[in-house]
């Protein structure tokens, strides 16, 4: 005990003499701080100003250089005014120098307070950009040179920052910048992680004194690496140097003849103004170029045909034209839909994606007519609803339109679909939009929805609206409808409802209520509803003692095999996926010998749960996730999703789903339950359910108004019989925006960055169905068709020189469901997933201007390369292997 004692005595001595000599090179510093400043008083000190900006390694640059002449006019004590004169300027790029002309001779000045600069004084007649640059020369002059060594916050060209100073020498200090206000100025962007954007940013500002105190040098060094979330490998790097060089002392100046250094500043003011130390942005750096929205489209006919949906070219066509309508107005909108008719399908999709009132003003104008609305003019409506439930920052006033409209009365039972669009839509858009709790919109919407829930009327209606919102004050109305719904359809609505809600939503009381449903603890659920209770109860990640409950209920009485077989594949899935989950199932399974062992774990329904990976670096890394669950041999309730991943965010970008119901009476039972006894599932419905069948359909996470393919066996038969689905038919043909973001970025030497992304996918989704009631078998094929694009442009520079990055991805994905059913004699159902070759091409362009000067230069820069992903099909099952090998044997 003495020994250690005596060691950490010895520890703390050794830790104290170390600090010593940094401890007396701040007392140094300090002392020096007390007697001079980086410009002594009275005297004029000459300059070489030097302002380099550069695009990633190749070194697509600029380089803005001016004589320097600071002259100390006015001081006392620890305050100071300096004026500053630029002369001699020049802009430099790829060894081009132009000589500027108009930069104005007049000269700035900065207010120091005890050796800080505070505030600049600049003619009323500089623009933004020059003004910037003031700003920047004046904070490069904010030197604390009796700081402690902590993180501090300082205030400069970059808003408020976390500072920290290191000492190097008597003359030498280092200053690091981080987390600065102005490096991340967002217009707009995705709430998604994985269909946003990542930002790293950091500045180091290196000073050199001389044994005086006199600044001899100050050089700053910065980086702003901006890229793709879901592709770190797609982005720019933008490097920004900032040095101020002492070149030579001059005579000394004669001072302004003011008590006060208020006074002094009041003196400038007939021609100048107080302008604060933090920058804005120069908004000339994102100024689009002088055309119209109409001419626009007019260049792009080819491109925005019907024929392109499902192509890149069409996406890649969509995100050019969304900025250039962003800043539209009403008028001009209408008269391109009235003059370009044969491409409202293609523009209805743009006016969504625009998020603008205009816009939105623009559509229900030209597409809406009350009672006289045609029924194509409501589906082009309904279009425009559907584009527009994936926006990020819709204005506010298309909430309140919205939910103003939903209180008229229906003119035509013809618009109940277009009520449905308009209810989905606003819940969206009010989840996107992130309002406050205390929101008096969010609070009427939310109560309208409740009361439409607790109705009889359209029940399924509001749930899905719910599941749209996606409010935790609805939590409880919706697992009181999920548990005490009679109607099964109600009570899956519910849960699919609480599945789309973030698991951390949830509580121990709520886990309880979820395991009453899956467990069937108080009365019998639909199969859907405890297969959707399973997934969320997995979802709030189950303890050991949870999951071997789970792994108990495996070997229980229960007849209903296929959800077993939904719970086994669920649980192997997520083991694939989670090294954790995969240790505590492995350790719960051999604890379980009446559980491990064939008889319970072997394959005995046709119900799939898997996921598998799309693609990967470096394209993007996206999967699918297929569940497809079977009742009595027949498809009950499938879906297919596509993730799109960035680190461990993930993303839904579309989903597809199929429901049906009442069919097995149509196709026969022989195969259910094969080769057990007769006795009746625990969750087989009490009373004959109506033959049903539909298509729900979800684009990034917003839940679209369901597809009604029949209802009833007469408009069943009326397929069968009449082969109108054995024709390829259209189920959602659309161009919706993912990727919407858009930034401002201010760097130390006055110059704005602006960089915005935008993402589009244009989706061809077509499927048929042949059925044979002679042969007793169905064939079902679903292709889809998606073209992806994402174009990212940034635009850095000041009134002298830009420079210009546009990165461009196009991909074409492509993926098809093939399902074989025959039910001849024993039920067999094959299901086939297949994805052909995939190329994802990459365009880099960087351009540098030289602007405004005696002879403007431009110079462009062209890469591209391609990444081509072998075609896959994809293993689903050793039990799908053994049907399809069945099946086509017998073909």
Same mark, same amino acid.
């Given at each position: ?43 004029? *000190?000459?300059? *070489? ?38 002369? %001699? ?128 040098? @100050? ?212 989840? *996107? ?62 849960? *699919? ?51 071997? %409950? ?71 890394? %996206? ?65 004959? %359910? ?60 006055? @110059? ?136 086509? @044997?017998?073909?």
């Amino acid at each position: 005990m003495q020994r250690s004692r005596q060691m950490k005595i010895k520890n703390q001595r050794r830790n104290s003499f170390s600090a010593l000599p940094t401890l007396l090179l701040l007392l140094l510093l300090s002392l020096v701080n007390c007697f001079a400043s980086l410009i002594p008083t009275g005297s004029q *000190q000459l300059y *070489q100003l030097s302002s380099e900006v550069s695009l990633e390694v190749e070194q697509v640059s600029y380089t803005f250089e001016s004589q320097l002449r600071i002259r100390s006019v006015w001081s006392d004590a620890e305050d100071q005014l300096l004026e500053i004169k630029l002369s %001699e300027s020049h802009v430099k790029a790829q060894q081009r120098v132009r000589t500027i002309l108009s930069l104005p001779d007049r000269p700035f000045y900065v207010a120091l307070v005890k050796g800080q600069p505070k505030q600049v004084i600049a003619h009323t007649s500089r623009d933004q950009s020059l003004l910037n640059l003031e700003r920047g020369i004046a904070s490069l002059l904010q030197l604390r040179r009796d700081s402690s060594g902590q993180a501090e916050t300082e205030l400069d060209i970059s808003g408020h920052c976390r500072v920290e100073y290191k000492v190097k020498s008597s003359t030498r200090l280092e200053k690091t910048k981080r987390d600065c206000a102005l490096w991340d100025l967002r217009v707009s962007y995705h709430p998604e992680q994985a269909l946003g954007v990542a930002q790293h940013s950091e500045q180091q500002v290196n000073y050199e004194l001389s044994a005086e105190g006199v600044l001899l040098k @100050a050089e700053s060094l910065e980086t702003h690496r901006l890229t793709l979330a879901a592709k770190p490998d797609a982005g720019s790097l933008v490097r920004g140097k900032l040095l101020l060089q002492h070149v030579a002392e001059v005579e000394q100046v004669e001072q302004l003849q003011q008590e006060t250094l208020s006074a002094a500043i009041e003196s400038l003011l007939e021609w100048y103004r107080v302008f604060e130390l933090e920058a804005d942005v120069d908004g000339s750096i994102s100024k689009l170029k002088e055309q119209t929205l109409q001419s626009q489209v007019e260049g792009n006919l080819e491109q925005l045909q019907g024929k392109q949906v499902g192509k890149s070219s069409l996406a890649t066509t969509f995100v050019q034209l969304v900025p250039l309508a962003r800043i539209t107005k009403q008028p001009e909108f209408e008269s391109l839909l009235a003059s370009q008719s044969q491409l409202a399908a293609q523009l209805a999709d743009l006016l969504g994606a625009v998020q603008t009132f205009e816009a939105h003003n623009a559509s229900f104008s030209h597409f809406y007519k009350g009672a006289g609305t045609t029924a194509e003019s409501l589906e082009l409506l309904e279009k425009y609803l559907q584009s527009l439930a994936v926006a990020t920052h819709p204005e506010r006033r298309i909430l309140e339109h919205l939910y103003d409209f939903l209180q008229q009365k229906l003119p035509h039972k013809s618009h109940v679909k277009l009520w449905d669009s308009v209810l989905q839509t606003l819940a969206t858009l009010t989840r *996107q939009s992130g309002l406050d709790v205390n929101d008096q919109l969010l609070q009427q919407i939310r109560n309208y929805l409740l009361e439409g829930l607790a109705s009889t009327h359209n029940t399924l209606l509001y749930t899905r609206a719910l599941q749209n919102l996606r409010d935790p004050v609805t939590i409880d109305a919706l697992l009181q409808q999920a548990l005490q719904a009679k109607q099964p359809k109600h009570s899956v609505a519910a849960l *699919q409802a609480l599945k789309s809600f973030p698991a951390s939503s949830y509580a121990e009381p709520h886990r309880l209520q979820f395991a009453s449903i899956f467990y069937q603890r108080q009365r019998r659920y639909d199969s859907s509803a405890r297969t959707l209770a399973l997934d969320i109860l997995l979802a709030m990640r189950p303890s050991a003692e949870q999951l071997g %409950e789970l792994l108990d209920y495996l070997a229980s009485t229960d007849r209903q095999f296929e959800i077993k077989t939904y719970v086994l594949q669920k649980l192997r899935m997520l083991a694939e996926i989670c090294p954790r989950f995969r240790a505590m199932f492995q350790t719960a399974l051999r604890q379980r010998d009446h559980v491990n062992n064939y008889n319970v774990l072997a394959q005995r329904g046709l119900t799939t749960v898997l996921t598998r990976q799309l693609s990967s670096s470096p394209a993007f890394n %996206e999967t699918l996730l297929s569940t497809q669950e079977v009742y009595q041999g027949i498809l009950k309730r499938g879906s297919v999703e596509f993730l799109l991943h960035a680190g461990r965010a993930e993303a839904s970008s579309f989903k597809l789903g199929i429901y049906t119901a009442g069919l097995s009476s149509f196709v026969g039972d022989s195969a259910a339950d094969e080769g057990s006894d007769q006795i009746p599932p625990d969750d087989e419905p009490e009373h004959e %359910e109506t033959m049903t069948a539909g298509m729900e359909i979800s684009v990034q996470g917003a839940q679209l108004r369901p597809l009604i393919f029949f209802s009833g066996q007469t408009e069943l038969m009326g397929h069968v019989w009449g082969g109108s689905a054995s024709d390829t038919t259209p189920a959602y043909q659309a161009t919706t925006l993912a990727q919407d973001h858009e930034q401002y970025i201010v760097l130390a030497s006055g @110059a704005t960055l602006h960089w915005r992304v935008l993402g589009a996918r244009s989706v061809d989704l077509n499927g048929k169905v042949n059925f044979s009631l002679w042969n007793r078998n169905a064939q079902t094929e679903i292709q889809q068709n998606t073209g992806t694009a994402v174009v990212a442009h940034l635009a850095v520079g000041f009134t002298y020189a830009k420079l210009e990055q546009r990165i461009e991805l196009r991909h074409e994905p492509k993926l098809s469901l093939q399902a074989d059913l025959d039910f001849y004699s024993d039920m067999k159902l094959c299901m086939q997933l297949e994805r052909p070759e995939q190329l994802l091409t990459q365009s880099n362009t960087r351009s540098v201007y030289l602007q405004s000067v005696e002879k403007p230069y431009a110079k462009h820069f062209l890469s591209t390369q391609t990444q081509k992903s072998a075609g896959r099909t994809f293993v689903l099952n050793q039990k799908n292997n053994e049907m399809c090998n069945m099946i086509l @044997a017998n073909s």
